[in-house]
């Protein structure tokens, strides 16, 4: 019954100020649809720049390095054991750039249950022969299905058919750059030499766009036998293996223990992409930092309008008090004023910023670097909706607790004396 | 302390220290036994005002001692005193004051809710009682701001006495009226003192008023000087 007094002398009040009240929650709708779009539309910016590379990058590559042995033969050497070794100019030996036993590492991966899934890699230095110029490339030979499943591959390829690559003898996916300095087209004939191996004509079935130029000015796509036929090499020549985890944020720790357990070089995500992560976190803190900034600006509002209303309402502040209301009654009853500008202005202001996403989601965005990409992205994660819930909430509160805490203490008699 | 003692004052004292300290309350001590009508009054600035805001529990600055329905009233916390006042003290100010945000009929039973004795449906029909009997029952679902200076008085009143309170009390409640709506509301104070045995505390300037009242008390400089 008590529950029920407080929030009805609270909305009395409200109703009488009813522009006031309104103009105080529509400061709150506004700083909430601001921040659940501004948050939706950067994080989604940022999800769409980490694909970019994310999506496409192993979580772990194994390969080989080209690199002096760390042990060298004097160390080796018992008779010199314990004497400091002067050694300069070492260079690295004959060593091939091929994985070796990539079969059992094959085999081993794929029994791991942390692994999702292995693609291997053939990487081929080429050269495209465009009439009297040769120009330096790289054909990549990739599993295809593997390729797809883990890398989404044929979301890059922008004409041709991805599939084509194992149907079609001898073929290969060109870059875009690539395609067009050769003016090539799907259907034309290539050819390309390696450094090692005789000229290849490879027939053109697709353009690959990643949407980072200087890529597609190098790299092509082929099968991977094409490619071990373009090195001239047998049928298990692997340069590289990718994997992709389960949980992403293990990858250093399985990159190490594959490199000392497969004895061939890894790489971490993290380590290839740092530069990645460092710039989604600063748009990030941007985006809050901008968001919680208005909702602190709306605070101040709702702040300054209670002030206002406790000022107004001193007579009704006494009469209240006289009549057997405590100061603690009194100021419950300016909280729920201010939690109800903070509640319903909050909840329009989350209605409101997921129309505007809605709107932000509709408007083209056509750039020729994003191939996949038709509209500005937006990430509609729930968590951003539940932070602005909570931050309307609590920053009305504060804003509401001085006021309110001001009316409580007001003395009566003096108001009631003061006429 | 005899049951029938309703309101018991003693030794109350009390300064201002504003401009400059002095003594507006000097050993005030009374009693106002159960239907006792007693009025106040004394020359302007002399501290009827000021004593009767100590009595409701408003003022709480002061030394002395105070007992309402035998409770000592020094020694409880603010909410304790909302809480007496809301139950046991019926206030009728000299303006007006009732909730403009509300009707007429909400004002009056919006220390009732607060008290929680009665529901919600048993304060109306009480309120309605009240009403008809002080002879503006129809006023009851009007807004309170759209109400005459005389209306509005008697609807304090009916709000005064819906907790059926010990005491009411009025800081000179005809002082605004003019000279009939002053003798409606002094007939009503009469009646309810008469028939029901209603206690009440009504500072006033009218010695008129005063001498029909069954106790004046006269003040003077912050004293009592003469009761009868
Ligand atoms: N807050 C205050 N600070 C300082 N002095 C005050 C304060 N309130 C009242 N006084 C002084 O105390 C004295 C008593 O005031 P009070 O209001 O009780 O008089 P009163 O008897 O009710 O007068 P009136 O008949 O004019 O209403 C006056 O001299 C007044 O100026
Ligand atoms: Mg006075």
New binding site residues.
């Given amino acids: 019954m008590k529950t029920g007094l407080i929030p009805d002398i609270a909305y009395a009040l409200m109703t009488a100020r009813l522009r006031q009240t309104l103009v105080a929650a529509a400061g709150v709708t506004f700083s909430i649809t601001m921040f659940v779009a501004l948050l939706g539309f950067m994080n989604g910016l940022n999800t769409l720049l980490d694909d970019l590379i994310l999506n496409r990058s192993p979580h772990v590559r194994l390969y080989n390095d080209i690199k002096p042995s760390p042990v060298q033969p004097i160390s080796m050497a018992t008779a010199y054991k314990d004497d400091y070794h002067f050694i300069s100019s070492v260079k690295p030996g004959a060593v091939r750039k091929e994985l070796y036993n990539s079969g059992a590492i094959l085999s081993a991966l794929k029994a791991d249950t942390r692994v999702a899934g292995v693609s291997p890699k053939v990487t081929a230095q080429v050269f495209y022969n465009i009439g009297p110029i040769d120009m330096t490339g790289v054909i990549n030979g990739i599993d295809v299905e593997n390729e797809q499943r883990l890398f989404f591959f044929a979301n890059y390829v922008t004409s041709g058919r991805a599939s084509d690559l194992e149907d079609v003898s001898n073929s290969v996916i060109l870059g875009k750059g690539a395609a067009d300095k050769m003016l090539a087209n799907i259907g034309d004939i290539i050819q390309v030499t390696s450094i090692t191996g005789d000229p290849l004509s490879l027939k053109v079935v697709g353009i690959f766009q990643s949407g980072i130029a200087e890529l597609d000015k190098v790299q092509s796509y082929a099968s991977i036998r094409t490619t071990q036929k373009i090195l001239g090499k047998t049928n298990n020549y692997l340069t590289e293996l990718q994997i992709k985890l389960h949980d992403m944020s293990t990858a250093p720790s399985v990159a190490k223990e594959y490199a000392d357990l497969f004895r061939c070089d890894s790489e971490d995500i993290q380590t290839a992409n740092a530069q990645f992560e460092t710039g989604s976190s600063v748009r990030s803190l941007i985006s809050y930092a901008v968001g919680i900034t208005l909702l602190i600006v709306s605070g101040f509002g709702i702040y300054n309008i209670l002030n206002m209303m406790i000022y107004e309402k001193m007579d009704t502040i006494a009469i209240l008090k006289a009549t057997g209301f405590s100061g603690s009654d009194v100021k419950l009853i300016f909280l729920v004023i201010a939690l109800s500008i903070g509640f319903f202005g909050g909840l329009a202001g989350l209605i409101f910023g997921y129309i505007l996403s809605l709107i932000i989601d509709n408007i083209p965005f056509v750039t020729a670097a994003l191939p996949t990409i038709h509209t500005y992205p937006i990430d509609y994660n729930l968590k951003y909706y539940i932070i602005a819930a909570i931050f309307s909430l609590v920053t009305t509160y504060l804003a509401g607790y001085f006021p309110a805490r001001k009316a409580s203490k007001t003395d009566p008699v003096n108001i009631i004396?003061g006429k | 302390m005899d049951s029938n003692i309703v309101l018991k004052a003693q030794a109350i004292e009390k300064y201002?220290t504003?401009p400059e300290p002095f003594k507006?309350l000097d050993n005030v001590s009374f009693e106002i036994l159960k239907g006792e009508f007693t009025s106040i009054v004394?020359k302007?600035?002399?501290?009827?005002?000021?004593?009767l805001y100590i009595l409701s529990t408003m003022d709480t600055d002061y030394s002395g001692q105070l007992w309402i329905g035998g409770e000592d009233m020094k020694i409880k916390s603010e909410k304790e005193l909302a809480a007496v006042r809301n139950e046991h003290i019926g206030f009728v100010f000299q303006f007006h004051y009732l909730l403009n945000e509300f009707s007429v009929l909400k004002n009056v039973i919006l220390p009732g809710l607060k008290l929680q004795k009665l529901s919600p449906k048993d304060l109306e029909e009480k309120a309605m009682l009240h009403l008809k009997q002080l002879g503006i029952d129809s006023l009851a679902p009007k807004m309170a701001y759209k109400l005459s200076g005389g209306e509005k008085q008697r609807v304090a009143i009916a709000r005064a006495l819906i907790n059926d309170p010990l005491i009411i009390m009025g800081d000179?409640p005809t002082g605004n009226l003019d000279h009939k709506n002053s003798e409606i509301v002094f007939d009503i104070f009469e009646q309810l003192s008469k028939e029901y045995g209603q206690s009440l505390l009504i500072?006033t300037?009218d010695d008129e008023f005063a001498a029909r009242t069954g106790k004046t008390i006269i003040m003077e400089d912050g004293r009592i000087v003469q009761k009868n």
């Fill in positions: 004396r | 201002f504003d507006v004394g302007s600035g002399c501290g009827k005002s000021t004593l000179e500072v300037h």
